[in-house]
């Protein structure tokens, strides 16, 4: 099993920056990829972005491109999602997943962290 621990979320106004954090612990070894995730009151968990340990090849919901970057710290076992130009509808928890496989399918992720709240205020 993995364990996840996310942070970096708070209040923000529209057009700010943070910057969440994921670090990873346990059986890491089994972990292929990590993904960014979110689910705002009333509305399904959607993807957000994920990235390979490997490669770092990277994908991206619509919505977040241009403003939002996933990265990774091997050494450290860490995920970061670098989030620009925050709009008022990126208000969400964000939580961080891991998978076997390169994927935006929240089903085929098998652990997960407890999230964090991101609210962007307009």
């Known amino acids: 099993q993995v364990q996840l621990v996310e942070s970096g979320g708070g209040l923000v106004q529209a057009g700010g920056s943070l910057r969440l954090s994921c670090a990873a612990s346990?059986?890491?070894?089994?972990?292929?990829?990590m993904g960014w995730f979110r689910q705002a009151p009333g509305k399904e968990r959607e993807f957000v972005a994920h990235?390979?340990?490997?490669?770092?090849?990277?994908r991206y919901r619509d919505s977040v491109k241009g403003r939002f970057t996933i990265s990774r710290d091997n050494a450290k076992n860490t995920v970061y999602l670098q989030m620009n130009s925050l709009k008022p509808e990126d208000t969400a928890v964000y939580y961080c997943a891991t998978s076997g496989v390169e994927t935006s399918n929240p089903k085929m992720y098998n652990s997960w962290g407890q999230g964090t709240q991101v609210t962007v205020s307009s």
């Open positions: 346990g059986r890491t070894a089994s972990s292929y990829a």
């Open positions: 990235i390979t340990w490997s490669g770092g090849s990277t």
